[in-house]
């Protein structure tokens, strides 16, 4: 029993000596309730029921090992602002309250997902004519195929 006292004392101890950090929890809360519809146009280049749209559409949904993963909501947001802006993932992090890796990941995951559903948007009515097309103006301009 004294060992055990013991122990725990020297453990008392440590944690005073070296204190570790709490885990925190990041506020995920919805931007979007809090921008009028005009600053979503400006922050993100969208409608808001565009936005919406994609996140239904791409399902952006992930597993994780971790207990918090990123809401589909967000993970668009974040991909939409480092697209529409043009800044570094740095600028998305800070105005999301992300990481940057996870910013990273965001855009990432939604630029192939929007590559994915790419053939349900964009139809081109003939290729094999859009093709000739193309190559008889680079032959306009250079002189060869």
Sequence with gaps: MADIERRLRRARYINALFPMDRIVFRD?????ETLSPLEDRE???VFLQTILFLVNMLNLERATERSCSLPPLISTLAALHFLATGTHHIVTAGLHVLSRSSVCRAV???TDSVCRHLNDFVFFSNIENVQWTVQKQF????GAY
């Excluded at 995920?28 to 979007?32: D, G, H, Q, S």
């Excluded at 032959?139 to 250079?142: E, G, L, V």
């Design 43 to 45: 922050r993100y280049r």
């Design 139 to 142: 032959y306009n301009i250079a």
């Design 28 to 32: 995920r809360a919805n931007p979007l």
């Design 108 to 110: 990432s995951e939604f």
